[in-house]
């Protein structure tokens, strides 16, 4: 046996797996209700401050990469006024040098007025051949890009002009060779010098000119084109006057713009002049040669659009802003662009998220205080409910809550004061109660002393009578005068001892034989006794039992003493004809078996109905009954763990329901 025996263990990869979340959620149920509480409100505040925080830090931020945007965006435009500036500069030179001067004398004239600060760097003279050009070179210095070409020719000076003395810093030259007039007939510098004459008032433009129409004007070779500043006003006599002047390496345009837009202190500002996409002019330390993001190129040579937003220029991220520059033609020749270093405004950020966060955080810590004093304060009245409970538990009844006003567990307090005073009085009811029934009791205990002293002195006489007279009986012939009263003597004797039997029954405690019974079998069992008593057709017994068995632990020949005198009460509470119905079926929780005996009889009144269990009360004559039955039937259920329950209304039948502890298990035969 012991080998065909199985483990019942459960394996543990069956049982079901604890995750985390199950971990928390059991840690939080053995909370108590003040630490829920505040956990909860930690939970809305952390949750709200850290809403706050990426909300506030969110729209910060862009607030501030919108008003660095817009900066730079009016920056940019004070950029590009400044360079149209020069453009108008150039102009109005040029405008001021046509109307007051010739060929013979230009060059005197502009080293008197711009000695200092020359705003360009050569003039060419048109009057239809070409035939003057005017370099602008400092002697002693190597800055100026401007370098005298080997196919110019040597200097021719003015009849007018005096000799140039040591600080002369200008060159006048004339164009000889036809190759270098057919080199710059088909440029933008006869173009700009013809609209001049044409509309007969000055033009300034931007220009892309070849390497080699550069290198014809003077500059050093450098085998790619170059961008140029020009400006043109037709001269008295004929002719236009052209000024012009290379921003390719010419970085002085891009520091002016860098000075007059970057705040002070701000020294990481960067100004940029671009041809195409290439960087010609720049503050941007050894950036000249390099190329433009290719997005922003697309957007601003390509679109024609002007770019704001962020790029990455030499290794660094800045806030930027570029414009397109067009030549005379509205042709996108170039970019204009201005930023200004991330960094610096990243700083504010982090300056100001963190006082913004600090804020946040102090007021979490003030919410933290105020929601545990909050919890505390606003569960002072549960802790005193739960406090009163406590002692009523213990026994105290006098307990009383404060009823504080404007709470909203007043009514609790009210409803609370208000079950305690019922307790207190139901207590003070049930002691009486109690004092009744235990008195009631020592009298029942005393008589059933007594009735058991007594049963047994007059049990013994009775046996001798009922032998002797069932004797006298057995020897008397029907027909003997003695025969009848001989049959009395017989059943009244028999009867004293049944009453005899009944208090030894009650006086005495027997305790029960238990194992597996089927009640359905215990029903059939007192049924087959019962019908004995009860023969004919006026009582009509109705009989529903389960198919399965329903085992209880109990004494077999008690529960039929039990059922035995229920089914026989019902038949005498029957007056003619009627139903007795006997049920037995499992109840809704599946824990107890209910046993129904109802019955159609004429039922039993209130006052009755509460003292049926009394031993000695009957209300069926003393000629009928001991009032013993339902006291002992009592006593067996209950030492079999079970009660008994009746309901009765007067004239309409009474109905006892018995329930015993139902048990799994096989019957034991």
């Given at each position: 046996?012991?080998?065909?025996?199985?483990?019942?263990?459960?394996?543990?990869?069956?049982?079901?797996?604890?995750?985390?979340?199950y971990?928390?959620?059991e840690?939080?149920?053995?909370?108590?209700?003040?630490?829920?509480?505040?956990?909860?409100?930690?939970?809305?505040?952390?949750?709200?401050?850290?809403?706050?925080?990426?909300?506030?830090?969110?729209?910060?931020?862009?607030?501030?990469?919108?008003?660095?945007?817009?900066?730079?965006?009016?920056?940019?435009?004070?950029?590009?006024?400044?360079?149209?500036?020069?453009?108008?500069?150039?102009?109005?030179?040029?405008?001021?040098?046509?109307?007051?001067?010739?060929?013979?004398?230009?060059?005197?004239?502009?080293?008197?007025?711009?000695l200092?600060?020359?705003?360009?760097?050569?003039?060419?003279l048109?009057?239809?051949?070409?035939?003057?050009?005017?370099?602008?070179?400092?002697?002693?210095?190597?800055?100026?890009?401007?370098?005298?070409?080997?196919?110019?020719?040597?200097?021719?000076?003015?009849?007018?002009?005096?000799?140039?003395?040591?600080?002369?810093?200008?060159?006048?030259?004339?164009?000889?060779e036809?190759?270098?007039?057919?080199?710059?007939?088909?440029?933008?510098?006869?173009?700009?010098?013809?609209?001049?004459?044409?509309?007969?008032?000055?033009?300034?433009?931007?220009?892309?000119?070849?390497?080699?129409?550069?290198?014809?004007?003077?500059?050093?070779?450098?085998g790619?084109?170059?961008?140029?500043?020009?400006?043109?006003?037709?001269?008295?006599?004929?002719?236009?006057?052209?000024?012009?002047?290379?921003?390719?390496?010419?970085?002085?345009?891009?520091?002016s713009?860098?000075?007059?837009?970057?705040?002070?202190g701000?020294?990481?500002?960067?100004?940029?002049?671009?041809?195409?996409?290439?960087?010609?002019?720049?503050?941007?330390?050894?950036?000249?040669?390099?190329?433009?993001?290719?997005k922003?190129?697309?957007?601003v040579?390509?679109?024609g659009?002007?770019?704001?937003?962020?790029?990455?220029?030499?290794?660094?991220?800045?806030?930027?802003?570029?414009?397109p520059?067009?030549?005379?033609?509205?042709?996108?020749?170039?970019?204009?662009g201005i930023?200004?270093?991330?960094d610096?405004?990243?700083?504010?950020?982090?300056?100001?998220?963190?006082?913004?966060?600090?804020?946040?955080?102090?007021?979490?810590?003030?919410?933290?205080?105020?929601?545990?004093?909050?919890?505390?304060?606003?569960?002072?009245?549960?802790?005193?409910?739960?406090?009163?409970?406590?002692?009523?538990?213990?026994?105290?009844?006098?307990?009383?809550?404060?009823?504080?006003?404007?709470?909203?567990?007043?009514?609790?307090?009210?409803?609370?004061?208000?079950?305690?005073?019922?307790?207190?009085?139901?207590?003070?009811?049930?002691?009486?109660?109690?004092?009744?029934?235990?008195s009631?009791?020592e009298?029942?205990?005393?008589?059933?002393?007594?009735?058991?002293?007594?049963?047994?002195?007059?049990?013994?006489?009775?046996?001798?009578?009922?032998?002797?007279?069932?004797?006298?009986l057995?020897?008397?012939?029907?027909?003997?005068?003695?025969?009848?009263?001989?049959?009395?003597i017989?059943?009244?004797?028999?009867?004293?001892?049944?009453?005899?039997?009944?208090?030894?029954?009650?006086?005495?405690?027997?305790?029960?034989?238990?194992?597996?019974?089927?009640?359905?079998?215990?029903?059939?069992?007192?049924?087959?006794?019962?019908?004995?008593?009860?023969?004919?057709?006026?009582?009509?017994?109705?009989?529903?039992?389960?198919p399965?068995?329903?085992?209880?632990?109990?004494?077999?020949?008690?529960l039929?003493?039990?059922?035995?005198?229920?089914?026989?009460?019902?038949?005498?509470?029957?007056e003619?004809?009627?139903?007795?119905?006997?049920?037995?079926?499992?109840?809704?929780?599946?824990?107890?078996?209910e046993?129904?005996?109802?019955?159609?009889?004429?039922?039993?009144?209130?006052?009755?109905?509460?003292?049926?269990f009394?031993?000695?009360?009957?209300?069926?004559?003393?000629?009928?009954?001991t009032?013993?039955?339902?006291?002992?039937?009592?006593?067996?259920?209950?030492?079999?763990?079970?009660?008994?329950?009746?309901?009765?209304?007067?004239g309409?039948?009474?109905?006892?329901?018995?329930?015993?502890?139902?048990?799994?298990?096989?019957?034991?035969?």
């Amino acid at each position: 046996m012991a080998d065909e025996e199985k483990d019942l263990t459960i394996p543990e990869e069956a049982l079901p797996k604890r995750t985390y979340w199950y971990g928390i959620l059991e840690w939080l149920q053995k909370l108590s209700m003040r630490n829920r509480l505040f956990l909860a409100f930690v939970v809305l505040i952390v949750s709200s401050a850290s809403a706050t925080i990426f909300i506030g830090n969110a729209v910060f931020n862009r607030k501030v990469e919108d008003l660095v945007s817009a900066k730079v965006e009016m920056d940019l435009k004070v950029a590009e006024q400044m360079f149209t500036g020069r453009l108008e500069r150039m102009k109005l030179i040029a405008h001021a040098l046509a109307t007051r001067t010739d060929r013979r004398t230009v060059a005197a004239d502009y080293q008197k007025f711009f000695l200092d600060e020359p705003p360009l760097d050569f003039f060419l003279l048109d009057q239809g051949d070409l035939t003057t050009l005017i370099y602008m070179e400092e002697r002693g210095s190597s800055t100026p890009a401007i370098r005298a070409a080997p196919n110019v020719s040597p200097p021719v000076a003015a009849e007018d002009a005096e000799p140039p003395e040591d600080e002369t810093k200008y060159i006048v030259r004339a164009l000889s060779e036809p190759a270098d007039v057919a080199a710059l007939k088909p440029t933008a510098l006869v173009d700009l010098a013809d609209a001049a004459q044409l509309e007969a008032q000055p033009h300034a433009s931007i220009a892309i000119l070849d390497d080699a129409v550069a290198e014809r004007l003077g500059y050093a070779e450098s085998g790619q084109p170059s961008m140029f500043m020009l400006a043109a006003a037709p001269i008295k006599g004929g002719g236009a006057l052209v000024l012009g002047r290379r921003l390719n390496g010419n970085n002085e345009l891009a520091f002016s713009m860098h000075d007059l837009i970057a705040t002070v202190g701000n020294q990481r500002y960067k100004t940029t002049v671009f041809m195409r996409d290439e960087r010609i002019s720049t503050t941007i330390r050894d950036a000249l040669g390099s190329r433009a993001d290719p997005k922003i190129a697309r957007t601003v040579l390509e679109k024609g659009q002007d770019y704001v937003g962020a790029a990455r220029l030499m290794g660094e991220i800045f806030f930027t802003a570029y414009s397109p520059i067009r030549d005379e033609r509205g042709r996108v020749v170039g970019m204009l662009g201005i930023g200004t270093s991330e960094d610096i405004y990243r700083g504010i950020q982090r300056r100001t998220t963190i006082l913004f966060s600090s804020l946040i955080v102090g007021g979490m810590v003030f919410g933290f205080l105020m929601s545990y004093l909050f919890s505390a304060w606003l569960l002072r009245p549960v802790r005193e409910l739960a406090e009163g409970m406590e002692k009523v538990a213990k026994g105290d009844l006098v307990t009383k809550l404060r009823i504080l006003s404007g709470s909203e567990l007043v009514q609790v307090a009210k409803s609370f004061n208000t079950m305690v005073g019922a307790v207190r009085e139901r207590d003070i009811k049930l002691r009486q109660i109690t004092e009744e029934q235990l008195s009631r009791m020592e009298k029942q205990i005393s008589i059933g002393r007594l009735a058991a002293g007594v049963a047994h002195e007059i049990n013994n006489p009775l046996t001798a009578v009922l032998s002797l007279s069932s004797l006298l009986l057995k020897h008397a012939p029907p027909e003997d005068p003695r025969h009848e009263d001989l049959t009395l003597i017989v059943e009244e004797t028999q009867r004293c001892r049944d009453i005899v039997n009944s208090l030894l029954d009650f006086a005495r405690e027997r305790q029960p034989q238990k194992k597996f019974v089927d009640i359905n079998q215990i029903l059939k069992d007192t049924l087959l006794l019962t019908n004995k008593y009860h023969k004919g057709e006026r009582i009509k017994k109705v009989i529903k039992l389960k198919p399965e068995p329903l085992i209880v632990n109990g004494d077999s020949r008690q529960l039929i003493q039990v059922f035995t005198n229920l089914v026989l009460n019902a038949a005498e509470a029957i007056e003619g004809e009627g139903s007795i119905t006997i049920s037995a079926d499992e109840d809704s929780s599946g824990a107890f078996v209910e046993v129904r005996v109802a019955d159609t009889g004429k039922g039993i009144s209130k006052e009755h109905l509460r003292r049926v269990f009394e031993p000695f009360f009957t209300t069926k004559g003393a000629s009928k009954g001991t009032g013993l039955g339902l006291s002992v039937s009592m006593g067996i259920v209950r030492k079999h763990d079970g009660n008994i329950e009746i309901e009765s209304e007067e004239g309409k039948g009474t109905r006892v329901t018995v329930l015993l502890p139902r048990v799994e298990g096989e019957l034991l035969i």
